[in-house]
């Protein structure tokens, strides 16, 4: 046999193999509490779990600033830079050669009545809330576990989710008056 052939094989006995354990184990149902096999039954269940939900909360903040009035100017001032190479004595030899040059500015003065004025900056704030989820799970439970499992207890005024379509028997909880309403 050739080595293609013989991989065939191989990978057809594993599937074959494979195949029948699974056939083997569908038939068999466990209990999703103990883990036992006998006698189990289908169940909906009600459970109650806790989910976060991001709440975005928009306001604005305060924020003062002056806006000044005209302003005139004031003294000239004259000062002369980039003399540091002349004379060469003081220049390192690494140092660019420039001329010196005159820099020039003034003094403005001020207004002396600036008004002020306020911006709002637009801001966001997130805040988690945890409230309640309700869900029906489909469990098998054995006759043991079904007194032991019970389905969520639903506040007055509280919504459930519809029973799912299967073919299962409910749970009895303290919720049976609010499926009746």
């Not at 389905?151 to 459930?160: F, K, L, T």
């Amino acid at each position: 046999m050739n080595l293609r052939r013989m991989t065939l094989a191989f990978g057809l006995l594993a599937l074959a193999a494979a195949s029948g354990a699974r056939g083997a184990f569908a038939s068999e149902i466990y209990c999703a509490l103990c883990g036992g096999h006998n006698s189990c039954n289908k169940v909906c269940r009600l459970v109650c779990e806790e989910k976060k939900v991001d709440v975005i909360c928009w306001g604005v903040k305060c924020e003062d600033f002056c806006i000044p009035g005209p302003s005139k100017p004031g003294c000239k001032h004259c000062d002369v830079v980039c003399d540091q190479c002349y004379p060469k004595a003081k220049a390192k030899p690494d140092d660019p050669h420039s001329k010196a040059r005159p820099f020039v500015w003034r003094d403005w003065i001020p207004w002396n009545s600036p008004q002020i004025h306020t911006k709002r900056k637009l801001m966001q704030k997130i805040e988690t809330k945890k409230i309640p989820s309700y869900k029906w799970v489909v469990e098998d439970l054995c006759k043991e576990c079904e007194s032991k499992a019970k389905s969520a207890a639903v506040a007055p005024g509280e919504e459930i989710p519809p029973l799912p379509a299967i073919d299962a028997r409910v749970l009895p909880a303290e919720f049976a008056e609010n499926l009746a309403k």
